[in-house]
Each structure stands twice: as C-alpha cells, then as structure tokens.
C-alpha cells in the first residue's frame, strides 16, 4: 500500500462560471511516479480542472494540494517545480524561439536543464530557433511548447492536448521522453483525446463528464469493468439486432459490436442463428471503454 504524500490531492473541488458547471465536487489524488490521465469530451472539465491545479483560476469551493502544501498559500513555489503545455499553444508571436525559451528560463532562475537535449530530439534547428515564433507551423510551436515545458526538468509535469499538431515521428519522440521522465521520478498529468496515446502511457486515469469525475481507476480494472467486446458481420442488416447477454454499443451497415454481459458460451449460441460472415471476440481497448461512458451524450 502506498502511504507517501500524493503530488497532487483534489478534494470536493467546485468552479462554477456563472450557472455552468466547469466542475462539481471532483475528488482524485495523483501518486509520485506515476502517469496519470484525465479523460473526457470537450466541455467536460478537464482544461478548469488543469488551470485550478495551477492556481490560474480560483474555485468556489474545495481543496488542493500539490507536494503535500497547500496550492493557494504556496502557489509561486509550486508553480516553479511544474512544467505545463495548455492546449491549443501559442508563444508570444513577436519574440524568437531562442528568445522565448530564454525568456521561461529568466522567469523561472533555472539554468538550461535539459534544452539543448530536447531541441535535438524534435529536430528544431537554430535556423528555425531564429525565427519569430509568428511564423512557425502547427507542429513547430507544439515542439517548442513541449520543449518550454520539460526543459528544467520539473517534478511535475501537466500537459493538455500534448501530442496536438505533432506528426507520428514526433508522437514518438514525445513518448519516449516522457518515459525517461518517468524513470527519474517525474509525476505527470496529462489529458488527452487520444485514446491509444492515454492507453500506452498512463497508469490510471480519472474519467470526467459533465463536470463530475465518474471513474477514477487503472485501465485494466476499467476494461475488466466493461468485459469482452464482440464484433459481427453479417450477410444482411438486421435494423433491431438484440441478442440476449450481449449489449449492442455500435452499428454499422452489417458490422455490430457488442459488449458482452452474460456467459460467452450462451451468447455464441444465441447468435448462431444469424447469417454471421465473421466475429471476433476480444478484450476492450480504451475507446470501448470511453464510448460506454459516453454513449448517451
């Protein structure tokens, strides 16, 4: 049983914006060490409850704390052992790459840390360095915001929408970074709408909907939750497909997938009367998952 001090412990956390919930009573902690993720559509929270982590918006009512202080009478000391990507990032479009970069670690009184490692990996050059930061792509400026992000070396790391604008190569480059994060200790928060990206980096993840957290546990306990999914196809569409033990989640044309409720073997034989042209039968991924929290919204 871990019994050390969360990095970061929520409790009963409320933010309204006027009569809309930006989120209610949301309770989670975050352990030292690990990844952790935070799920859920547009609107549901997540981006609220990052800036109420990072003391850039207040709550209504609620607690946080983050290495075990209070974040609200401790907010300048934390800040500078945390690095944070918001979402949709922009840099200050009239200063340089080299300028901005120089100007986080002014602001911060850290020394270069990791920079010159981090610029290799994602391949930014000097020459792309010199320029104003107006003129770079969608994936430069993620780059460098990543790069403003990790480069001294936090003890924490929040990151909204990481992999945004970033091609596959550098989806990798990403991983493995933060990976070798992880192996010195490093706690990181991230919330993603990539569900393959949360399932191959997280160790547990809070599910968020409608500004309430509605699940916070490891993936494989979620996926054991949900059970085994079973996809059909079939020679014809049948509109009003039901077959008992099973739970119809999507269709399309012939092809159905099914969560499956009862006994496999009884749901084998209830089906074997239809005109099937192939099934599989398999474990959940994480969008399974998601789509069985989300499929009413």
């Known amino acids: 049983m871990n019994t050390a001090t969360p990095v970061i412990q929520v409790e009963k956390l409320t933010k309204f914006y006027g009569n809309t919930v930006g989120v209610k009573d949301i309770s989670f902690k975050v352990e030292q060490g690990e990844i952790f993720g935070f799920l859920g559509p547009n609107g549901a929270g997540k981006t609220t409850t990052i ?27 934390i800040r500078q052992l945390c690095g944070y990507l918001p979402g949709e990032f922009q840099a200050y479009k009239h200063l340089t790459g080299y300028e901005y970069l120089n100007l986080f670690t002014d602001i911060r009184k850290s020394d270069a840390g990791d920079t010159t490692l981090l610029l290799e990996s994602f391949d930014l050059k000097p020459k792309d360095l010199k320029r104003k930061s107006s003129q770079y792509s969608r994936g430069m400026m993620q780059k460098l915001g990543i790069v403003q992000a990790l480069m001294h070396n936090p003890k924490l790391i929040i990151l909204d929408e990481p992999t945004s604008g970033l091609d596959p190569l550098m989806q990798e480059v990403f991983y493995k970074l933060i990976i070798k994060k992880l192996s ?18 997280c160790h547990r993840l809070a599910i968020i909907r409608h500004g309430e957290i509605i699940s916070v546990e490891s993936i494989d306990s979620l996926k054991a939750k949900v059970g085994h999914m079973m996809d059909v196809s079939l020679s014809k569409p049948f509109p009003e497909l039901k077959i008992n033990g099973a739970e119809l989640i999507s269709t399309h044309e012939n092809h159905c997938i099914f969560q499956i409720t009862g006994e496999i073997s009884k749901v084998l034989q209830n089906i074997s009367v239809l005109p099937i042209t192939d099934i599989t039968i398999s474990r959940p991924s994480l969008e399974n998952v998601f789509m069985k929290f989300y499929k009413n919204d």
Do not use: A, W
């Not at 607690?63 to 907010?75: A, C, D, H, P, T």
């Open 184 to 201: 010195r200790g490093t706690t990181i928060l991230f919330s993603s709408h990539n569900l393959p990206e949360v399932e191959k980096l």
């Open 51 to 77: 800036r109420l982590l990072l003391d850039l918006l207040k709550p209504d009512k609620g607690n946080i704390s983050v290495f075990g202080k209070n974040l609200y009478e401790n907010s300048k000391e």
